[in-house]
């Protein structure tokens, strides 16, 4: 049976699940802040570019008081949270009107603390927390561009959330999302939100792409961040891959050479970064565990040091 996802934030990855989802068949309400761009979207859909070819998806859009639990489009089935983390809980509480419908609520965001934010609103029994590394780059307000394999590792936030894992997964992977259902997806995280912090906050203080950091030099940051997050996820009960984690390593410095990080591009852009939620966030567990985690700590005050605003 065809579902109602609400999915809040449109970019690139928003846009890429929007486009799916609606193209097999479901209804779909996109919600942003940017009107011009949810303008565009209602006219003309969003238009995805993927191994396929060229595709159109039509679906709803609004800002977030401008969709109701009981709107035109039917009862919500499921609310994914795709903003950066930043603003996760302005996002949250902007659709918390929401939670009364009884969603499920789903976080693929990067980084740590944004089920926690989910939960503090929608029901923690039906919230689920994963990661993607589908690939999508907007190309224009609503034409988001997608080449190349990608999957979605999902589980609940907590035991009684499982249950509604492997429903969800089908539901995505019907969608061509090739999506799975994890009993402890905490591990999965925890390994994407190591390889962020590893690479990511080094590219937005070096300003090098990928490649750039394959040096001894780049290594050893990468590697001591990598030891230092492992360590913090162990001690938590967690046990992070660490021969696993450096491959992901190895393989995109040697294969993603010309990637240049999510993070440098919001530097380059002068937009906030998502520091808190990876680099930071890892120290703030590291604290709470009692594991020292003196590089990732120099990595996000050096990236906190040139976020706008700062003086």
Do not use: Y
Not at 129 to 136: I, N, R, S
Not at 262 to 275: F, K
């Amino acid at each position: 049976m065809h579902k109602h996802i609400v999915i809040t934030g449109a970019g690139a990855m928003g846009c890429l699940l929007a486009a799916r989802l609606a193209l097999a068949g479901n209804r779909v309400t996109v919600v942003d802040v940017d009107r011009q761009r949810l303008d565009r979207i209602v006219r003309e859909g969003i238009v995805l570019e993927d191994d396929t070819g060229l595709r159109i998806a039509r679906v709803a859009a609004g800002t977030a008081d401008e969709v109701t639990a009981d709107g035109p489009q039917g009862p919500i089935d499921l609310l994914i949270l795709m903003t950066k983390g930043m603003h996760s809980r302005a996002a949250v509480r902007s659709v918390a009107h929401l939670a009364a419908s009884g969603c499920c609520a789903l976080t693929l965001q990067n980084g740590l603390g944004n089920a926690e934010v989910l939960a503090e609103t929608f029901t923690p029994d039906r919230v689920l927390w994963g990661v993607t590394d589908l690939p999508a780059d907007l190309d224009g307000p609503n034409r988001v561009v997608s080449h190349g394999v990608g999957h979605i590792q999902l589980g609940g936030w907590t035991g009684a959330a499982q249950a509604h894992a492997a429903a969800i997964a089908a539901m995505l992977d019907a969608a061509g999302l090739n999506a799975v259902a994890d009993a402890d997806v905490r591990i999965a995280v925890w390994e994407k939100v190591a390889f962020n912090a590893a690479l990511n906050a080094l590219a937005t203080i070096t300003g090098l792409t990928v490649g750039g950091m394959d040096s001894p030099e780049g290594r050893r940051i990468a590697g001591a961040v990598a030891d230092e997050t492992v360590a913090t996820a162990a001690a938590l009960g967690i046990a992070v891959d660490r021969v696993r984690l450096q491959a992901r390593i190895d393989h995109a410095l040697a294969h993603h050479r010309a990637h240049k990080a999510s993070m440098l591009q919001d530097r380059r852009a002068g937009r906030a970064t998502e520091i808190e939620s990876i680099n930071g966030a890892i120290v703030a567990q590291a604290d709470l565990a009692g594991v020292a985690a003196p590089v990732t700590r120099t990595l996000a005050d050096l990236v906190r040091m040139g976020e706008p605003g700062r003086t």
